[in-house]
């Protein structure tokens, strides 16, 4: 049990060295968010919308990013491992899968409270905007970073079993398509059909975008359905990882190369 913080971080650590090392890591911070907002904002300013429609594109920015940091890195050290051919020296270490996913998570939430200081300082800088309720936007940003993990949690589950390569695609492709479906600056109410509102209603990240839309007065959050769908999640990530990790060790695909 007190192994637990050192293994953690030796994994964030680890995780921080390669960031710093690679440019692909660094552009994924500091360019790619920036693209993101400046793309909508830009239009924004030329069709003349106004202050509350700007904050809810650097919120929801900010967010939708860090959704896809935490779930990429939850499951890239796994498949980076494998690719190194040193995922077996990994496993015959002391550290569980879900050190290895949390210490994952935990970077990539270092590199969500990177984009929170660069959105908002440029933001602030360019456009004057002050985010008005900062705490409400940290609260769902939270929730954000939960379903980033159990998505990437998943993720990590598939990569024991199915081939790395596809399993690593979908690390891109799944938090992204999940931001798009959530409704990050628009009401799904206004745009999906009732049937598929009614699933996108079991997403927390949903919930947690109405949260933050609802700082501006743009939607009405569900706190309860957040916290339900929020554990649901959770608990659903450990049971699929599990089932896909027991399942890869008996068909002998967990580390297989090649």
């Known amino acids: 049990m007190s192994d637990i913080i050192p293994q953690i971080s030796a994994i964030v650590y680890r995780n921080i060295l390669w960031a710093y090392r690679s440019p692909f890591r660094l552009v994924d911070v500091f360019i790619w968010p920036l693209v993101m907002f400046f793309?909508?904002?830009?239009?924004?300013v030329t069709i003349g919308g106004n202050e509350g429609f700007l904050g809810v594109i650097a919120l929801t920015v900010i967010g939708w990013r860090s959704i896809f940091f935490v779930a990429f890195e939850t499951?890239?050290?796994?498949?980076?491992?494998?690719?190194?051919?040193a995922l077996h020296d990994l496993l015959v270490t002391p550290i569980s899968t879900l050190k290895i996913a949390l210490g994952g998570s935990i970077t990539g939430m270092l590199k969500s409270m990177l984009v929170v200081i660069l959105v908002l300082t440029i933001t602030n800088v360019i456009y004057g905007f002050q985010a008005p309720d900062l705490?409400?936007?940290l609260f769902a940003l939270f929730f954000l970073i939960i379903a980033g993990?159990?998505?990437?949690?998943?993720?990590?589950?598939?990569?024991c079993y199915?081939?790395?390569r596809n399993?690593?695609?979908?690390?891109?492709?799944?938090?992204?398509?999940?931001?798009?479906?959530?409704?990050?600056?628009?009401?799904v109410e206004e745009v999906f059909p009732g049937w598929f509102v009614s699933v996108l209603y079991t997403f927390p990240t949903t919930h947690a975008f109405n949260v933050i839309k609802s700082i501006f007065g743009l939607a009405e959050p569900n706190y309860t359905l957040?916290?339900?769908?929020s554990a649901v999640w959770v608990v659903l990530a450990i049971a699929i990882n599990r089932f896909f990790y027991d399942l890869g060790r008996k068909k002998g695909t967990l580390v297989k190369v090649g």
Request: charged share 15%.
């Open 75 to 85: 499951n890239a050290m796994f498949d980076e491992e494998h690719w190194n051919r």
């Open 149 to 159: 993990f159990s998505i990437g949690f998943v993720l990590f589950g598939f990569s």
């Open 162 to 164: 199915f081939d790395k």
């Open 167 to 187: 399993v690593f695609t979908l690390s891109f492709l799944t938090p992204e398509l999940l931001g798009l479906l959530s409704g990050p600056y628009y009401p």
């Open 226 to 229: 957040l916290f339900i769908t």
């Open 39 to 44: 793309t909508l904002s830009f239009f924004l």
């Open 135 to 137: 705490g409400k936007f």
